[in-house]
């Protein structure tokens, strides 16, 4: 224990004359406490009890046991500095005494008060020095012991006099057997050459640093960072002779920075995807709009004057089926940064991928990831029947996720491993908890608890150069045809939604793991509805009351080509339409067309968005219908209730909505 600063030094006296128990009591208790007992025994049961005691001064001679004896037991319970007083016959037990470090010092009776308060102080500083010196060892050697990476000293001659268990693992031996051996004694003989040219680079400039890729005690290669430092002598440390007393020592420090390397390179993905999406959501908007202006002006078109011959009806269905392509193809392109319609509610993995599992082992995949899919969903009955589950049977923290979604991105991770393994073999899904991984913050009250789907196969792997892209959109090994790309663009989007990770690792011929990290849940949460376009919804046209002449339907768009588009549309079913390229300009005319009855307005309009817009037209009126109509938006900043036609739209969708809000 280190000694207090403030409290007084404990002196214990040991005589067996009364007298001199009360001489030096008056002696010493003005600067210490002072403790005294009249025998050898005595004293040391006193050391039982305190071990506080600074300095003991002891009598040589006393019945039943002498000081030197006295004081030679005493060394067993207590560290505390000894004086004997003493005889000048008894000079022959004092040298033993000294001899064998039982005592610091000795004074003759009778004494010199100066001289014995000297010894006393000198004595009481000394046994401060060495609790001070003992607490700092156990403290340094706590650091040592406990640190996250691997330290080691080494002498002049480069052997090592201390080092962690941590730094002694990484060479695969106990500490003992690596005190008094060199670094170059102790790798192996690929790491060599790499430590002769960091010690070429430490003797020059002092300062060592490596990252190496080196094999673990179980095999598996991780990479570490080496930082050599030669300690040239501090300022005023010295060893005994007054030589510089670190000069030529060196300290070796070795951290396992794999999980720092692989932290550092998914904020690389997260931020690159992140200006993916927002590149995406910049230019969704306008390519949306040139999407909804070819496809509904073909539809126009068509309508004014059906192609006659087969050749021209067949390339205007082409132009048309091709814009709607593109139009699926944008939604994919932002789901993968934003998805915008999930319904997230509280799910429970295992038995989330227990019904998944009851699914594919038939061959067949649930009713809802089929309609994802459509009726090419690009699977073999057959092969995804083959892929296994390892489902934990303890039950797991529910997690905040769409339990469709989930089991799509799931589903596709399967499609893709059996992909790996043309000539066949073991894939598996599996799932379990997890403690925060470093990088990972969640959210939720629970951040520190993680659940886990892994899916795994053992096909054709990955380079690092493909691991770096396989998230990037439009990116895919597969052959032409074969795939868009998006699929692990949309998982990561999906995932990132969720407030989780996608961690991958791969090996070219050696397999693949994708592993995907959701925070688990520890409150109650409400599930969210999904947001699903108005046109899903809408009743059909056989149910609807026929279009009423003469209703006035103001179509507000800043684009040109999609305002004509959606104007046309109207007009051709018997509406009367109005045209506003701006907020501010429909607002001018809803004030003066009392009759207007319904109002088509794009989301995303320079000046005034169409949220506002709409709130400004409600406070004159509330009870004025409004389509809004977006290529990319954020639904959330919309009024709850709203309808939202999503562009591209075909004139079938449009007529739809609007019929339907007219109706109601």
Same mark, same amino acid.
């Given at each position: 224990?280190?000694?207090?600063?403030?409290?007084?030094?404990?002196?214990?006296?040991?005589?067996?004359?009364?007298?001199?128990?009360?001489?030096?009591?008056?002696? $010493?208790?003005?600067?210490?406490?002072?403790?005294?007992?009249?025998?050898?025994?005595?004293?040391?049961?006193?050391?039982?009890?305190?071990? &506080?005691?600074?300095?003991?001064?002891?009598?040589?001679?006393?019945?039943?046991? #002498?000081?030197?004896?006295?004081?030679?037991?005493?060394?067993?319970? /207590?560290?505390?500095?000894?004086?004997?007083?003493?005889?000048?016959?008894?000079?022959?037990?004092?040298?033993?005494?000294?001899?064998?470090?039982?005592?610091?010092?000795?004074?003759?009776?009778?004494?010199?008060?100066?001289? $014995?308060?000297?010894? +006393?102080?000198?004595?009481?500083?000394?046994?401060?020095?060495?609790?001070?010196?003992?607490?700092?060892?156990?403290?340094?050697?706590?650091?040592?012991?406990?640190?996250?990476?691997?330290? %080691?000293?080494?002498?002049?001659?480069?052997?090592?006099?201390?080092?962690?268990?941590?730094?002694?693992?990484?060479?695969?031996?106990?500490?003992?057997?690596?005190?008094?051996?060199?670094?170059?004694?102790?790798?192996?003989? #690929?790491? $060599?050459?790499?430590?002769?040219?960091?010690?070429?680079?430490? &003797?020059?400039? @002092?300062?060592?640093?490596?990252?190496?890729? !080196?094999?673990?005690? &179980?095999?598996?290669?991780?990479?570490?960072?080496?930082?050599? +430092?030669?300690?040239?002598?501090?300022?005023?440390?010295?060893?005994?002779?007054?030589?510089?007393?670190?000069?030529?020592?060196?300290?070796?420090?070795?951290?396992?920075?794999?999980?720092?390397?692989?932290?550092?390179?998914? !904020?690389?993905?997260?931020?690159?995807?992140?200006?993916? @999406?927002?590149?995406?959501?910049?230019?969704?908007?306008?390519?949306?709009?040139?999407?909804?202006?070819?496809?509904?002006?073909?539809?126009?078109?068509?309508?004014?004057? *059906?192609?006659?011959?087969?050749?021209?009806?067949?390339?205007?269905?082409?132009?048309?089926?091709?814009?709607?392509?593109?139009?699926?193809?944008?939604?994919?392109?932002?789901?993968?940064?934003?998805?915008?319609?999930?319904?997230?509610?509280?799910?429970?993995?295992?038995?989330?991928?227990?019904?998944?599992?009851?699914? =594919?082992?038939?061959?067949?995949?649930?009713?809802?990831?089929?309609?994802?899919?459509?009726?090419?969903?690009?699977?073999?009955?057959?092969?995804? /029947?083959?892929?296994?589950?390892?489902?934990?049977?303890?039950?797991? *923290?529910?997690?905040?996720?769409? %339990?469709?979604?989930?089991?799509?991105?799931?589903?596709?991770?399967?499609?893709?491993?059996?992909?790996?393994?043309?000539?066949?073999?073991?894939?598996?899904?599996?799932?379990?908890?997890?403690?925060?991984?470093?990088?990972?913050?969640?959210?939720?009250?629970?951040?520190?608890?993680?659940?886990?789907?892994?899916?795994?196969?053992?096909?054709?792997?990955?380079?690092?150069?493909?691991?770096?892209?396989?998230?990037?959109?439009?990116?895919?090994?597969?052959?032409?045809?074969?795939?868009?790309?998006?699929?692990?663009? =949309?998982?990561?989007?999906?995932?990132?939604?969720?407030?989780?990770?996608?961690?991958?690792?791969?090996? *070219?011929?050696?397999?693949?793991?994708?592993?995907?990290? $959701?925070?688990?849940?520890?409150?109650?949460?409400?599930?969210? *509805?999904?947001?699903?376009?108005?046109?899903?919804?809408?009743?059909?046209?056989?149910?609807?009351?026929?279009?009423?002449?003469?209703?006035?339907?103001?179509?507000?768009?800043?684009?040109?080509?999609?305002?004509?588009?959606?104007?046309?549309?109207?007009?051709?079913?018997?509406?009367?339409?109005?045209? /506003?390229?701006?907020?501010?300009?429909? !607002?001018?005319?809803?004030?003066?067309?009392?009759?207007?009855? !319904?109002?088509? =307005?794009? +989301?995303?309009?320079?000046?005034?968005?169409?949220?506002?817009?709409?709130?400004?037209?409600?406070?004159?009126?509330?009870?004025?219908?409004?389509?809004?109509?977006? @290529?990319?938006?954020?639904?959330?900043?919309?009024?709850?209730?709203?309808?939202?036609?999503?562009?591209?739209?075909?004139?079938?969708?449009?007529?739809?909505?609007?019929?339907?809000?007219?109706?109601?």
């Amino acid at each position: 224990m280190l000694p207090e600063p403030d409290k007084r030094p404990v002196v214990l006296i040991v005589d067996d004359e009364p007298e001199i128990l009360i001489a030096l009591t008056d002696l $010493l208790e003005d600067a210490y406490d002072v403790l005294s007992a009249s025998s050898g025994e005595q004293g040391l049961a006193l050391l039982k009890q305190r071990s &506080d005691v600074a300095v003991i001064v002891s009598d040589q001679r006393m019945p039943g046991m #002498t000081g030197d004896v006295f004081l030679a037991r005493a060394r067993l319970l /207590s560290s505390a500095g000894a004086i004997l007083l003493t005889g000048y016959a008894d000079i022959t037990a004092v040298e033993a005494a000294l001899n064998q470090g039982q005592i610091s010092f000795f004074a003759y009776k009778p004494w010199d008060d100066e001289t $014995l308060l000297s010894m +006393v102080g000198q004595a009481a500083s000394r046994y401060r020095l060495e609790k001070e010196l003992q607490c700092e060892q156990l403290l340094l050697r706590g650091l040592l012991d406990n640190l996250p990476f691997g330290l %080691a000293f080494k002498e002049e001659t480069g052997r090592f006099i201390r080092l962690n268990r941590q730094m002694a693992d990484q060479f695969g031996r106990s500490i003992e057997a690596c005190v008094g051996q060199t670094e170059e004694e102790l790798v192996d003989a #690929t790491r $060599l050459d790499s430590l002769k040219e960091a010690q070429r680079v430490l &003797d020059s400039s @002092g300062r060592d640093q490596q990252i190496l890729q !080196l094999a673990g005690p &179980d095999g598996q290669a991780r990479w570490h960072d080496l930082t050599r +430092v030669r300690l040239d002598g501090e300022p005023g440390v010295t060893v005994s002779g007054g030589a510089a007393g670190l000069k030529n020592y060196s300290i070796l420090i070795d951290r396992d920075v794999t999980d720092l390397l692989a932290m550092e390179q998914r !904020l690389r993905q997260a931020e690159k995807m992140q200006a993916i @999406g927002t590149l995406a959501g910049g230019i969704a908007h306008d390519f949306n709009n040139l999407l909804t202006a070819i496809l509904g002006s073909l539809e126009l078109v068509m309508d004014l004057e *059906p192609p006659k011959e087969p050749g021209v009806a067949r390339l205007f269905h082409n132009a048309l089926e091709a814009a709607r392509r593109g139009g699926a193809l944008t939604q994919k392109l932002l789901d993968f940064s934003r998805p915008r319609h999930l319904a997230c509610q509280q799910v429970d993995l295992r038995k989330l991928m227990a019904s998944l599992q009851s699914f =594919m082992s038939q061959g067949k995949v649930p009713d809802e990831i089929q309609a994802v899919l459509g009726p090419e969903g690009g699977y073999s009955s057959s092969r995804i /029947s083959t892929v296994q589950f390892e489902l934990p049977d303890a039950p797991l *923290p529910v997690v905040w996720t769409d %339990a469709t979604q989930l089991e799509l991105a799931v589903f596709n991770l399967c499609v893709n491993a059996l992909d790996a393994q043309p000539e066949g073999g073991a894939t598996t899904v599996s799932v379990r908890q997890a403690a925060r991984p470093l990088g990972l913050v969640s959210t939720t009250h629970n951040g520190e608890a993680w659940v886990v789907v892994q899916v795994m196969d053992r096909g054709v792997g990955m380079t690092e150069e493909m691991q770096a892209r396989i998230f990037d959109p439009f990116f895919t090994t597969k052959g032409i045809g074969q795939g868009t790309g998006l699929g692990l663009s =949309m998982i990561y989007g999906f995932i990132s939604h969720c407030g989780g990770e996608v961690r991958v690792e791969s090996v *070219p011929g050696g397999g693949t793991s994708i592993e995907l990290w $959701l925070p688990a849940m520890a409150e109650e949460r409400p599930a969210v *509805p999904s947001i699903t376009p108005a046109r899903v919804q809408a009743a059909s046209p056989q149910k609807l009351p026929p279009v009423q002449q003469g209703e006035t339907i103001l179509v507000v768009d800043d684009e040109p080509g999609v305002r004509a588009v959606t104007a046309g549309f109207l007009r051709r079913a018997g509406y009367a339409v109005l045209e /506003s390229a701006s907020g501010a300009e429909a !607002l001018g005319v809803i004030a003066d067309k009392p009759d207007i009855a !319904l109002v088509v =307005m794009d +989301v995303m309009m320079p000046g005034m968005n169409g949220d506002e817009v709409a709130r400004r037209l409600h406070t004159v009126r509330p009870e004025l219908p409004v389509l809004f109509v977006t @290529g990319y938006a954020d639904l959330a900043s919309l009024p709850e209730g709203v309808t939202v036609l999503h562009k591209p739209y075909t004139r079938d969708a449009l007529l739809g909505d609007v019929r339907a809000m007219l109706a109601a």
